[in-house]
């Protein structure tokens, strides 16, 4: 466990693209309506994250930076993890939705 009390789960892949989360959606796999909610939550908060660092003054975050590069993998690492550990509710009305459009093909 981690300080926050949360366990660390291993990160999937880097940035899924919609077309694996659609491929892994259509998959008969009952887990995989969770998995797509959750990854989808992961990019929408590593987004929020980029946005909201982008209003700091330069060199104030992570220093010298030019290529943000470590800019851009705390957000995607932070977006990862507060999916991981709950989210803002995204995932869930995700799970909400899909699961009901899977469930009922029309």
Do not use: W
């Amino acid at each position: 466990m981690n300080s926050l009390g949360t366990p660390i789960m291993p990160l999937g892949s880097f940035g899924q693209d919609p077309q694996s989360l659609l491929g892994q959606f259509n998959s008969k796999d009952p887990r995989s309506v969770d998995a797509v909610a959750a990854s989808f939550e992961g990019m929408f908060i590593s987004i929020i994250m980029k946005q909201m660092r982008g209003t700091l003054e330069s060199g104030g975050f992570f220093g010298n930076d030019s290529a943000d590069v470590y800019g851009g993998l705390f957000d995607l690492y932070m977006g990862q993890h507060l999916a991981q550990a709950g989210g803002v509710g995204i995932a869930a009305m995700i799970k909400r939705q899909l699961q009901r459009d899977h469930h009922d093909p029309r």
